[in-house]
């Protein structure tokens, strides 16, 4: 118990410690290390573009934020586990069935891992994955349309936290379980977790062509914490890393109970040998209940479907397939440098970083030197796989980048700075403090072979002082560094949306020449779009009504509707017949339960009202799209639900 108090004592003093304190000519060039000074280097005269997209994760807002680097520039803001009343995400019944999950339809999640795809193991800026921790979801952005395109939901995950990360060519994205739970989810008591709760790490599919993605396999692991991942490139492609906590496998009081062991473990796992055993059939079906939704860029609309079974690899029964890297003490960030040479754990409660060597790695397997295993799984011994350590850089290490030039970053939690340490001698070079308590920091290309090494973004848990107040809850916000000289440089500070953690970046000429402008009307798909005014109808079902309406500027047809009752249930399918890049249109409906709708050019949008009340009920265009937008407007009329009235409809009749 002594032992206990002394622990907590020594948490509460470092939590005292936190709390103190292509067109390409377009795009903006950095002036390089004579640059005059920080205003200039981060300034984007007005016109010019910025020279990197950051995607940086909404935390607790389920969202992810598009931002332009040096500038800081907010872009757009994507609703991906979210409801969103801009964007009408979630609100309207196209989008609805992206947030359905085994648990009902969830409009809400934590969002922390952006990851961009990557072909040959540099970032092709084709699609944004992040993860959902909180109902396990792994998203799929587009970055043609910059939207949201695909959810899996994880089965025998909980808490999906060493999530979403790319293998060199897209192959799988990789989620991990943070918590480990009953595989398969059972009622037992909660004391009896140690041996009998299990985690899982998940292996889904990326179609090269489409980016379709299917949950291939999942690998049953011990009852540990999966924190964080990052996969192999060059030449330790084929394997993934995972850092661990709770190797203790406790189940309460866990600041305390889960930092007992002097070392946890970085989990390696072979996934080629996955591969291999799935094919001489060493897999099993289990049954699993997880969602699957797509959103079709045909019809505009998206399709839930729900999921019963997953193939599962018991890593405690497949030779060769995990091996364990003993990492002091309790690692968060796991990181594998360029090369995939080093994989770096930071170690929470450790003064020093511990560096792997992946070719160490190798060899110990090969003359099988092993100190004992964990559930069949066997654990290598900690000097024979050790590249190096970094002595003293720092407290509280969470995370690591490299610029590719042979130098890594670390962020400090606790001292709240970046630190920059050399590959290969492990010598602390330069560090800056972040305001305040840094988590993830990110460098664009960062996770890949080839990192655009210009600038770091520190993403920081706490503000303070740094901007006005905005009362007890102040924004959190980034911090970008230039490290293209020998020492770092602040630049900019610039709030961010939600909490971020991870942040992915990419050369904005990679991304912006793939944009699209707008959704060609011959290709519209939706089934209730109509692509002329002559088409536009309103048709009666019992008590639903469907509207075929369309949008153009400056009308909507039709824009009077007669012969709707109280108690109908009345859809309005709106097209915007314009073919314009820029030119939405919006549309809402006074008393309707939704979000407005604003609908892209040729695209088709749905939204349900409800009238409640007879009267005669305007409805208007919400976006200013022209010079006649205040025009933009049309009325239904609401009649009691007894009336006989016939359906009608009109434009510019009177
Ligand atoms: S975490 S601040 Cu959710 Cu990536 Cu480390
Ligand atoms: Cu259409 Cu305003």
Redesign the pocket.
């Known amino acids: 118990m002594k032992k206990i108090i002394h622990l907590i004592t020594a948490f509460a003093f470092l939590g005292m410690l936190i709390s103190c304190g292509n067109n390409s000519q377009n795009i903006k060039k950095k002036q390089g290390a004579l640059g005059s000074n920080a205003a200039e280097k981060v300034y984007v005269a007005p016109g010019e573009y910025d020279e990197y997209y950051a995607f940086i994760s909404g935390g607790f807002s389920g969202q992810l934020s598009v931002y332009g680097l040096p500038s800081g520039r907010l872009f757009k803001v994507i609703p991906v586990f979210s409801q969103d009343a801009e964007k009408a995400w979630g609100y309207n019944e196209e989008t609805k069935p992206m947030l359905n999950t085994s648990h009902g339809f969830v409009p809400w999640d934590d969002a922390?891992?952006p990851d961009i795809s990557q072909t040959n193991g540099v970032v092709d800026g084709r699609w944004v994955f992040i993860n959902g921790n909180n109902t396990p979801r792994i998203a799929k952005i587009d970055l043609t349309t910059f939207e949201t395109t695909e959810i899996i939901e994880i089965p025998n995950s909980a808490g999906n936290?060493s999530s979403s990360f790319v293998t060199e060519n897209t192959e799988y994205v990789v989620a991990g379980t943070r918590f480990s739970v009953p595989i398969p989810q059972r009622d037992m008591p909660i004391k009896e977790y140690k041996g009998n709760f299990k985690g899982s790490l998940s292996f889904i599919s990326v179609d090269p062509e489409d980016g379709g993605m299917d949950l291939k396999f999942q690998i049953m692991m011990p009852g540990f914490d999966y924190d964080?991942a990052h996969p192999g490139r060059g030449a330790s492609h084929g394997w993934f890393f995972f850092s661990t906590y709770n190797t203790e496998e406790a189940s309460t009081l866990m600041e305390v109970n889960a930092s007992q062991n002097d070392k946890d473990f970085i989990a390696a796992v072979n996934w080629k040998k996955a591969e291999e055993y799935i094919k001489a059939g060493k897999g099993k079906m289990m049954p699993a209940k997880y969602a699957h939704n797509v959103y079709n860029e045909k019809t505009h609309t998206a399709t839930s479907t729900m999921k019963d079974e997953v193939l599962m690899l018991d890593a405690s029964e497949l030779p060769g397939l995990v091996y364990l890297l003993p990492t002091p003490k309790s690692p968060?960030g796991c990181d594998v440098d360029p090369s995939g040479e080093y994989i770096v754990g930071n170690g929470k409660l450790s003064a020093n970083l511990t560096i792997h060597s992946f070719t160490k790695m190798l060899a110990a397997i090969e003359a099988k030197k092993f100190d004992g295993e964990a559930y069949g799984i066997p654990i290598l011994k900690f000097e024979d796989v050790l590249a190096g350590v970094v002595d003293q850089a720092g407290l509280g290490p969470?995370?690591t980048e490299f610029d590719g030039k042979g130098n890594a970053y670390t962020t400090f939690f606790i001292s709240s700075e970046v630190v920059k340490w050399k590959l290969g001698t492990w010598e602390v070079v330069d560090r800056q403090p972040c305001y305040y308590s840094v988590?993830?920091l990110m460098i664009p290309g960062g996770n890949s072979r080839e990192p655009f090494g210009d600038y770091v973004l520190a993403m920081n848990k706490i503000t303070k002082d740094r901007y006005l107040p905005t009362g007890p809850e102040v924004t959190q916000s980034a911090q970008l560094y230039d490290i293209s000289g020998d020492k770092m440089e602040l630049l900019l500070d610039f709030p961010t949306i939600g909490e971020p953690?991870?942040a992915a970046g990419i050369r904005a000429d990679i991304v912006m020449k793939n944009s699209k402008k707008i959704y060609k009307l011959e290709e519209n798909e939706h089934p209730f779009a109509v692509k002329t005014e002559a088409d536009t109808k309103v048709v009666r079902d019992g008590n639903v009504v469907h509207v075929y309406m369309t949008m153009i500027r400056s009308h909507f047809a039709p824009d009077n509707i007669e012969g709707i009752k109280v108690g109908d249930k009345v859809y309005f399918h709106v097209t915007n017949l314009e073919q314009d890049y820029d030119v939405p249109h919006g549309i809402s409906m006074i008393g309707a339960n939704t979000s407005e709708l604003l609908i892209m050019p040729g695209q088709t949008e749905t939204f349900l009202w409800e009238p409640k009340q007879v009267g005669v009920w305007p409805f208007y265009c919400t976006d200013f799209c022209s010079a006649l937008h205040q025009e933009m407007q049309g009325y239904v009329r609401v009649s009691p639900a007894s009336s006989t009235l016939p359906l009608s409809w009109s434009l510019g009749e009177d």
């Open positions: 922390h891992h936290h964080l968060h969470l995370h988590g993830h953690h991870y």
